[in-house]
């Protein structure tokens, strides 16, 4: 307790577990999105490289167990399938994260915050382009590069790997199969790259551990209630919500 009070007072602590508590509902419900939440709920009152750090540990076990739970025989089909682009976020991540402790605090407002807004939105108009099956390979590469990196900074490339997938015409089963095994791989590359980077360590771990209590809670109710309430406004409701705290991040960063 009392390396977790050096980081955060009792009443962050309490507000970055209640954040963490949302995001696991709200990816149990309807399998997206809790990174995003705690990088732009937590990143309101909290310094962004604690906030990174806080979601690393909780990442890796809910994407465990959102493989788990789908099963490991489409999950391994679907690395065979998009092992290209699996192969460079992970190692993007490793690279990207690297740099996060020589981002500035007001920068690192903005590569949250910018991130999460933009992608929100191309996910609430319904955009998404298409890729002909010639270019398959280099899109593969580069989409991967670019979600690898922003993992590897701001802890989330479920987005950009939802956008990758639809560009491909992905039926919405295997797409469900392919996001498992992405996650769970990212998410493994993710807490390797920063107990590289110093941003996971001796001061900051115990908080990203406490974070899973919260996170599983919320997961397993979200796997419980999800089918109670109609998910795509659910969906929607939390990308707008998104939204707002993203664009909260941006204006901490543009004004400090």
């Known amino acids: 307790m009392i390396d977790l009070f050096a980081i955060l007072s009792l009443p962050l602590l309490l507000f970055a577990c209640t954040i963490t508590l949302v995001g696991g509902f709200v990816k149990g419900a309807v399998g997206f999105a809790m990174p995003l939440i705690m990088v732009s709920g937590m990143g309101i009152l909290i310094d962004p490289q604690t906030v990174v750090a806080g979601v690393i540990i909780p990442i890796v076990v809910t994407n465990a167990m959102q493989v788990a739970r789908a099963g490991l025989g489409p999950a391994w089909a679907g690395f065979k399938e998009h092992w290209r682009y699996v192969s460079i976020v ?10 996060l402790r020589s981002i500035p605090a007001d920068t690192m407002f903005l590569v949250l915050g910018v991130p999460v807004v933009g992608l929100c939105i191309i996910q609430l108009i319904g955009w998404h382009p298409l890729i002909p099956q010639r270019y398959r390979r280099v899109f593969e590469w580069g989409a991967g590069a670019v979600s690898g990196a922003l993992g ?8 950009p790997t939802v956008l990758y997938l639809l560009a491909l015409d992905t039926p919405r089963a295997r797409q469900m199969a392919v996001q498992g095994v992405i996650y769970g791989l990212g998410s493994v590359m993710l807490l390797l790259g920063h107990l590289r980077s110093g941003v996971l360590n001796a001061q900051t771990w115990p908080l990203s551990a406490l974070l899973v209590v919260p996170a599983i809670i919320g997961m397993w109710l979200g796997f419980k209630l999800g089918d109670r309430f109609d998910q795509e406004r659910f969906r929607r409701v939390t990308l707008w919500v998104l939204v707002l705290a993203g664009a909260n991040l941006i204006r901490r960063g543009l004004m400090g």
Do not use: E, H, K, R
């Open 90 to 99: 992970c190692v993007m991540i490793l690279v990207s994260a690297q740099f």
């Open 152 to 159: 590897g900074l701001a802890g989330t490339w479920g987005p």
